[in-house]
């Protein structure tokens, strides 16, 4: 199958591009120093750490979904590779799909390595003293270490031994690691005894991660829609400034939209932009997490229908975009 075919490409382009793997350890990195920095709090310290980590996520799902439909689309526009694809009978919009869901596996796999550190730095928890009794929780350390370590190793030696490529094998290879040291450190306590690990499953703090998954997946569509007429600088600073109107789009033109004190020729102003910009505050659980609100099933369907025809529109937006694009 054509659209198969074409998102299988766009994936293994996307892991194999060494800015993939650095925007991945960059945000394992901010994350693990997130630990000590939520401890500087008067009050509770897991509250900053989630909105902190959240927002890391977020950050860093946002660079990668950017980094990777350039890497994947613009490129290959402006090096006129593209164009040996859509001369043979492929078509464009298959092409333009095809490449969106490349790009939206290859988010998967970066976002849930960070995830994954995510959950195993919850599990450590923010430091509450000085002792190493609670600083460290050592059967985190171990296991993260460990099989972090793993995967670099095997990495290595497939690029030496088979010279496959290392972001690549090294992408894949650290998601399936982390999901590893996660899954046993959640059946071992902080003093090595067997436990069960629904006592680190957290289902609320699942679905948090999910709603802001399915964010950077919008996101993913505006770096595709962006990158068929623009090069990798002005498709980031799109979705940097698609992310930052999402975030305040509620404040400042929802409340102005849902009020009937405003005038109606105001409201009717702002109703199309309201409508127009994703409102990414639909997909940030950190206020319902850290409060104690319960993300329920029916708020997750909506949040997902809400994503899913906001995608479907860039995606729309991109097709007819590239569809007169000049490509020879």
């Excluded at 909105?51 to 890391?56: E, K």
Aim: charged fraction near 10%.
């Amino acid at each position: 199958m054509l659209l198969l075919a074409v998102a299988r490409n766009a994936f293994l382009e996307s892991i194999r591009q060494p800015v993939f793997v650095v925007l991945v350890l960059a945000g394992i990195v901010a994350l693990v120093l997130n630990v000590n920095l939520a401890a500087f709090t008067l009050e509770d310290d897991t509250k900053l750490f989630i909105d902190l980590g959240l927002s890391t996520l977020f950050l860093v799902g946002l660079l990668l979904a950017a980094f990777t439909a350039t890497s994947v689309l613009t490129r290959e526009i402006e090096n006129k590779t593209v164009l040996t694809v859509v001369s043979k009978p492929v078509p464009r919009p298959v092409l333009v799909i095809g490449k969106y869901v490349g790009v939206a596996a290859a988010l998967a796999v970066g976002y849930w390595s960070l995830a994954a550190v995510f959950l195993l730095a919850i599990r450590h928890r923010v430091q509450t003293g000085l002792g190493a009794e609670v600083t460290f929780d050592v059967p985190v350390l171990v296991f993260s270490i460990l099989f972090g370590g793993l995967s670099l190793a095997g990495a290595g030696l497939a690029n030496y031994l088979y010279r496959r490529p290392f972001p690549s094998v090294f992408a894949v290879s650290l998601a399936a690691a982390l999901t590893a040291a996660l899954g046993v450190v959640w059946c071992i306590d902080r003093d090595w005894h067997f436990q069960s690990p629904t006592v680190d499953w957290n289902p609320q703090l699942m679905i948090g991660l999910l709603l802001v998954f399915e964010a950077l997946l919008v996101l993913a569509a505006v770096a595709i829609a962006a990158s068929t007429r623009l090069g990798q600088i002005p498709t980031l600073l799109a979705c940097l400034t698609v992310f930052l109107l999402g975030l305040v789009s509620e404040y400042f033109l929802g409340t102005v939209v849902g009020s009937a004190d405003r005038p109606a020729w105001l409201r009717a102003v702002c109703w199309p932009f309201y409508v127009a910009v994703p409102n990414l505050q639909f997909f940030w659980p950190a206020d319902a997490l850290t409060q104690g609100h319960p993300i329920t099933g029916g708020y997750v369907g909506t949040a997902t229908l809400y994503a899913g025809f906001v995608a479907a529109a860039l995606l729309s937006l991109a097709v007819l975009l590239f569809q007169r694009r000049d490509v020879g």
